[in-house]
Structures are given as structure tokens and as C-alpha cells.
């Protein structure tokens, strides 16, 4: 080999590393595409997810809310149904002790 071939081969060997580097930078270039786009991918995930949370709480919450209200309308009946009986069985007393009361105070 003489002075020409071994010009010839570090051209080949500058155009070679040129090449490298071109792919290299191709390659770079692509992987900062697709982690920008895994990234857009995740941040809509994360974001459906978060909201498929938050409506089942919100669902949950609303069906323990109607559970609470159906039980809270439950005790209110219970107890309007024993104060009812409660004055029914009072009431008689009631009568003669305000029928005393109004002997002493009014006069014969």
C-alpha cells in the first residue's frame, strides 16, 4: 500500500466515523422521541386513572350517603313510632294531673 491507498483509507475510515455519528445522532434524536412520547402516554394514564378514582369515590361515597339517610329515616321513624306510644299511654295521667292542678287553682 502506498501513500494513495492509505489516504483512500482514512477518508473511508473519516467517512465511516461521519456515518457513526450520523446514526448515533439519529438514534438519540428517536429515543428522545419516544420517551417524550411515553411520557405524554403516562401522563394520560395517570390522569384517566385519577379520575376513574375519584368517580368510584364519589360513587362510593353516594351510595354510603343513602345508606346513612335510609338508616338516619329509619331511626327517626322507630322513635316518632315509641314517642307516639309513649303519649298515648301518658296522656290519661296527663288529663287527671292537669284536671288536679286546675281544681287547686281555680276556685269552687
Known amino acids: 500500500m502506498g501513500p494513495q491507498s492509505d489516504v483512500e483509507l482514512m477518508k473511508a475510515i473519516y467517512r465511516a466515523e461521519r456515518e457513526?455519528?450520523?446514526?448515533?445522532?439519529?438514534?438519540?434524536?428517536?429515543?428522545?422521541?419516544?420517551?417524550a412520547e411515553a411520557a405524554e402516554v403516562a401522563r394520560g394514564t395517570l390522569e384517566a386513572k385519577s379520575l376513574?378514582?375519584?368517580?368510584?369515590?364519589?360513587?362510593?361515597?353516594e351510595v354510603e350517603t343513602a345508606e346513612t339517610e335510609k338508616e338516619a329515616q329509619a331511626l327517626l321513624?322507630?322513635?316518632?313510632?315509641?314517642?307516639?306510644t309513649w303519649v298515648r299511654r301518658a296522656e290519661p295521667g296527663i288529663d287527671s294531673i292537669a284536671d288536679a292542678l286546675l281544681d287547686r287553682i281555680l276556685p269552687p
Open 20 to 35: 457513526a455519528d450520523r446514526i448515533v445522532r439519529e438514534a438519540e434524536e428517536a429515543a428522545r422521541a419516544l420517551l
Open 52 to 61: 376513574e378514582f375519584a368517580r368510584r369515590e364519589r360513587e362510593k361515597r
Open 77 to 84: 321513624e322507630r322513635t316518632r313510632l315509641q314517642v307516639e
